[in-house]
Each structure stands twice: as structure tokens, then as C-alpha cells.
């Protein structure tokens, strides 16, 4: 092992650097033609009219799709569910006149060039019977229903334990209060676009922006009744996600039907503003109540959520269920409900309801502390869980309380005056306040190729995605200490549909995933080369077995005798091949699955700074202290929690997309008016990789990192603006009208 | 049942206007990345659909086409601009540096490259470009002597992915080097 565990540069670094990296809406082909979306100015009712004729007389379009003229394809709603679908029937772009949400595409213009089909888009007349429409989920709420068909790969609540009513009457110390969330947008910076290479003979090759390339492929071949073979989908380069890439999206489907009808190559790349209507972290009202015992000791937890989803889909999402298993607790009452919009379908973002869930847990606990005149810290500390309390499974591994300890030590929170509006300097109302943060640490079912050329490098291949986390350089680590080689003799070859399976990049699994499945395929590799090397005439290596063997530099050696070797190259061609490819599939341990809980955990602790009359709040100080299993990769590794910090930043105090519920849209659809954090926004963040052995979850002992940076950072902030001013805001995000309002 | 008749984002008086199209475009002269170039452009487009739909200079990245983002920040005359918002027609002789532009020949990277990669300034690159161009700029300005000033001054340049702390670090580096130009 040489590169497991040590800081590395991306291997991508280059390319992303100079230019060179290109992303999905930056392919091109000598017959592009370029789509400009039409979408709907209504959020419910129907499309009357579609006026093409002006945009069809400009000089340059070439065609107007709408759902009058679309072409006749494989239109069942079952055909549209893809890998990550909640239940429900997924949207269907230009299916018919009926509008379910506002932004839905109800034309696509397809032109020689890009200004000429947005030209003529603006040329189109769209007439609507608009139906009426509810978007205000506080007004929804009160049809909230409990989803009867469950989301594939989310748990509902566990059922009750204990007797959480009676528990809550009798504790001495309770708090029972509402906290919500507004709707969210992810808004990576690459805007989502998909280019269709028209190749001839009913095939096409696809840059898609998403984070599984075969959730694309799939996607098209079922929609379109295409074969298999005649669609290869790629998407090496993704411009950010979050979650937005996960499903593929409106763009893609619309691409594909103008590419296929007019047998040409053909890109769609939607507008910012239109890419608001692809989906957003649902807006989610959190009801929690906690009862204690006058020293601390938990009595009773309820958490009770509701969440908008759409009127055609259930997406669901994990929100309360963290608040059983966080704490230790015999009375636990957890519930989930849904209500229905009309707006698009939600659509997984960033720690998908974890970050939810837990702003609600992690508020409400800092509010017992001061009940309790506890130290918010402590009250953790005297209820940490040391099984899985849904479950009542053991942890596969759990070094929270290191992460506490590390976190504490770090920030310095033993010098904390407990008394709120208590620190002070110059104008400044100076705040700390600590969360837990919880993720699953997941393992997915994904196939490996690697392959020795001819030359003695090596590359593996699977095909899932990096949208920024870093999946090429730590795949090329396990690759090139598993093969003894160094790391740039390894070409990593992902985001591309005709590679080994492998489920889409998302839910902090794909380390453990991707990376077992190369690390296995490596170790099958060194199997078959040992056995063409042993058969060798005259073999040095002719009785040997794997442990009595190293595999370093090319050459199998003998460990007694390193002098005593045979190259890989000559391996191979005693084996009669000039390369040598092997596949091969891992998967979770279902032994595990059933007897074990599997989380990363951390250890949030933020300094906040408010401007005592202006209230302008800046996040001056934070520590994440994250126990995840093994690190691959610390620079990367703290990279994706450094993101996933800011993004609680955002969370906390930034982040909201406001709706016009007369108009039923959402309004501040650009990036000056839904604001995400700046540079200037973001101060110190110290990142602590707590050490956790964890050899349960992974064959690599990887729990994941891409969520559990957001995890419980915005529910920290929330309770330093509450140390900071004595103001409690139960409503993210935190804005200065709150604060000094 | 009353109909309503909208175009968003639209004006509605669009249809009515005349669209004059120059047919071969207006002739500009423009120096991208050393080289000089004769060009006939459209009046409506920007310097960055220039560049990335006509010229495969890709590097260049659209992000929101109004302004609002940086991630299609170029050096005009050594000074970064969002080039979203300027029209190619209006830059006719001025000297443009993309990211493209910024390593050498022999392909030894620019200062600010190199520290980005080194101090893991990006995660999924799509900024990056941008905010590479913004720093040079930056940089040349001079208006930057510490960690405070460099994140105000890149406030224009939106890292969605979070890598703030790693990209005032690379920039700190490399102003402390000198190796600005």
C-alpha cells in the first residue's frame, strides 16, 4: 500500500484546469442542430394552443415538437421510471396538453444554431386553460398522507417503541416545536444539457449531463424502444450535481426525440431559470418533541415530518428516521407524511433529508440543554447510543465520541460561556453552537474491468461517474497499490454506459462501491497472472503461492527471494495473451446488512459572528470532526466535507427558493436572487478525520464523505445564532429580517 | 373558460420586431490567445457563444448567461470580465486570454494552474476555468494583500461545489510567489 491514504492531486487536475475537460453540452458534430425549450407559463391545466407558424418562417429552424406533433414512441408512463424514480408516474415530456407543473416544456424549437432557436422560441404563442393550483404546502399540509408505496432504497419510519405519548406527559424537562425548511435548488454550476451524435442508421451517442450513464441509457432505450447497442451514453465530465444529475431529465428525453426524427445530431442545454423546474429539496415542516429526565437522560422522541412531493410522483426521502438512532431512547414515535403541489416532483439533494431531519433533532436537543442547563455537548455525550436504537443492531463501527472529544479540543469549546449574548467584541454578538451529524454508510453492487496492456499499464473501468468527488483518483489509488504499479501508469475509464455496471454516483456509497469493485478485479488479475506465471518453463515462481509473492513495479517476486521474478508482461504471453481483461462484481455483505447498522458520523462546532444592528451573520469558525471509516484520499477527502460545510452555510443562512403561490412558480430563478454562498461568505473550516476502523461496510473500510459534510452544520449555525443573540430561529434559512425582526 | 397567452421570460412584443441579419456577420478582429483573428459576428453575440459555439473554445464556461456567476470570466486586455456580457461586436481589436490561453506552449502550466491543482481548488471543474481567468486578473490588479481581500475580490466567481477555503489558498500561494503575471 503506497497510495491508499495519502494526499494526492486529482488526476483529472489537468484537464479541469487547462480547459481540456469537456462537459455535456460542449460536444459537437459537423450536422448540430441546437433546441431551445418552450416552457409552460401555467402550473396546472392545459395547453389550448401552440402557435409555431412565426418561429417556423425564421430562416434556420428546422422544427417545432410539441405534444401535438411529437413522434410516436413508446409513451407508457412505466417506460419514463428510472433507476433512483420515487413511485408514481414520472413526468413525460410533450405526452399531451395536460400541464402538471410550472416550467414543464411544452415546445421544443430545433434551429441550425442556438440564437436562431431562441429567437424563434420567443416567436411562439402558448395558450393555456389554466386550471387552479395549490403550491403553499402550509396550506397542503392538512391533506398530508402517509405514502402507501414506499421509494425503493429509502426506509420508512420504524414503528413506534415504548410508549413515547406517556413518556413525553411524564418527563420533567420537554420541548416540543416546529421547525422547517424552505424549498432548495441545486444549482450546479454546469447547467444540465444533453448532446445527441446522430451516427447513422438509427444509432447515437449521448453526452448527457447525469450521474449514472446507464440510468440514462436505460432511460432512453425504454422510452424510445430503441435496442440497447444502438445507444452508448457518456458523461466523463459532470459540472456539478448534487443530486440534479441523478435523474435523467427533460432535456435528455427532448434531444433524443429531435435527433431521431430528423436523423441529425442535436443539443439541448437548458436556461439557468429553466433548470429550476428539474426538481429541488422539498420544502419540509418538522413537528419534534423531546422529554428528559432533570439529569439529561432522553425519555421520550417524537419527530413527525411533512414534505411537499408533486401530484404525479411520492418522492420520499430519509427525515425523521435519524432521530431514533441518534440518541439513545426507549420511547420513540417517528412519523413521515407527504402533500401534494403542483410543481414538479422533489428531487434528491445533497444528504437527501438527513440535513432535515437532523436541523429539527439537533435544534430541539439544544433547546433541552439550556432546559436543562446542561451543556449542549454533555447532553449528547450522556445519551449517546451505542446501538442502532431503530434497529437494535450493533454499529459496524462508531467513533463519535472521538469526534466529539477531537472537535471540542480543536474549537476550544471547553472555554464556552453558556450564557447566551454573553460573547462579545467590537459590534459583534459572537456565537458557538455544536450538532451531530449522521449519513448511512452504503455499499452498492457495482462490476469492475481491468485490464494489463500490452505496455504493462493498466486500466479499470466501470461506469459510474465523478461530479467533482473525486472518483478517477482514488480508483487510480486502489488500482495502482492493488497492482503494484505506480499511479500513472493507471487509466481510469468511467461515465460511460458501455462500461462494467455500476448503480449511479450518489448516497456517499460509491468510494465503497466503485473502489471495492476495482480493488477485486485487481486482486483476480494478480490470481491469473501468478498462474501463467507459475506454468512458465523453468517458473522461478513454480511453487509458489499468492502470500509467498509481491506484486511491485510489473514483476511478480518472490517475497523470500525478490530477485527471483517474472515480469507481468511475460505472465501474460505465457498465458497466450498479448492483454489480459477480467470483470468482476462485489457486493455488500448481506450477513452485515441484516445483523449491523452502517453510519458515518460527525462532530459539527461553528463560530457565528452577528452584527448586533445590522444582524449581518458570518460563519467565522467551523470544525467538522468526521468519523468515516478509512480516508483514501485526505485531500480530496477534506475537499468533499470542506463542500458539504459550505453547503450547510447555505442551508442555514442563504438558501431558499420562494414560490409565487398566486402564479404558482418559482420567482427568484437566477443565481443573483437564490442565493448560494460566495467566497466572501465562507471563513475558516477545519476539517478532523477522527481514525475509525471499519471492516464490516466495505471490503476497502470506506464509509463515504460526499453527504456528511451538510449533515447537522446548518442545525450547529442555527444554535450559534441562538448563542449569539438569544434568538431561537426554527425556520432555515436564517435570514436578517429574523434576526433583528 | 379564459385562456392566457404568455411567452415567460418574453417580451411580448417580440414577434413585431424586424430582425436584421447581417448575412455573412460584421468583420472584427480579435487576438485570442496570441493568435490573430478575422471574424464576422452577429450583433447579438457574446463574446462567450463566440468562443464556445464558434470557435471550440470550450474552455470558457457558460454557467448562467447573465452575469451572475463568473464561470465565463476571460482576460480582455489583461483585465477579467464576464464575457456573457459583452457583446463581440463591441471588443473589435482587443486582445482575449481564455483558459486556454494560460499555459505555456510547451504545455508547463500557468502558476495559478499548477497551485490550483495542487491545493485541490476544484472539485467538479466547471468553475474552474473562471475562476482561474479571475485570479490572473486578480492578481494583476493588485488590490489583493491578504486571504480577507482575495475572497471579497473573487466574490464574483461562484464555486458551487464549496471550494472557497482551497481556492484563496491557491491564489494566496501564488500572489506570495509573485508569480502573477
Redesign the interface.
Known sequence: MTYIGTPR??V????????????A??F?APDLAHGYI?????AKGRV?SVETE?ARAL?GVLEVFTHENRPGTAWLSGNYQDEVAPPGAPFRPLYDSQIQFSGQPVALVVAE???TAR?A??????????YPHQTDLHVQRAKAYVPSKKRDGIDPPPPPRGDADAALAAAPVSVRQEYSIAPEHH?????HASTVIWEGEGKITVHDKIQGAQNSHNYITNVFGLAKENVRVLSP??????GSGLRPHHQLALAVMASLALKRSVRV?L???QMFALGYRPMTINTMALGADADGGLRAVQHEAVASTSTYEDYQEAVVNWSGLAYRCDNVKLGYKLAQLDAVTPLDMRAPGAPLGMFALESAMDELSYKLKMDPLELRLRNYAEIDGNTGHPFTSKELRAAYRQGAERFGWSRRNPEPRSMKEGRELIGWGMATGIWEAQMQQTSARATLMPDGTLEVATATAD????TYTILAQIAADAMGLAMEQVMVRIGDSSLPTSPVEGGSWTAASAGSAVQAVCYKLRDELLNHARSMPDSPLANASLQHVTFTEGRIALRSDPARFVTYSDAMRAGGHRMLSLEQTTSPDPNVQKTYSSYTHAAVFVEVRVDEELGVMRVTRVVDAVAAGKILNP??A???I??????GIGMALEEETFTDHALGRFMNH???EYH??????????DVIFVEEEDDKTSPLGVKGLGEIGIVGTAAAIANAVFHATGKRIRDLPITIDKVIG | MPGISASPGQLASAAALPVSRPADGIPITLTINGTRRQLAVQPWTTLLDLLREELNLTGTKKGCDHGQCGACTVLLDGQRINSCLALAVTKDGAEVTTIEGLAKADGSLHPLQEAFVEHDAFQCGYCTPGQICSAVGLLREGHAHNADEIRELMSGNICRCGAYPNIVAAIEQVRQDGGAA
Open positions: 492531486s486529482r483529472d487536475g489537468r484537464a479541469k484546469v487547462t480547459g481540456a475537460a469537456r462537459y453540452g460542449e459537437t418552450v416552457s409552460s407559463a401555467v389550448l412565426a430562416p444554431d442556438f440564437d429567437d422560441a420567443s416567436l411562439i404563442r402558448v395558450t393555456y386553460e389554466a444549482n450546479p454550476m454546469e447547467p465530465y459532470v459540472g456539478g450535481a448534487f442545454s436556461t439557468r431559470d461530479i467533482g468527488t473525486g485531500k480530496t477534506r475537499s468533499q470542506i463542500g458539504g460545510v459550505v453547503w437566477n443565481l443573483a448560494v454562498p460566495v467566497n466572501a461568505d465562507i471563513h475558516e473550516i
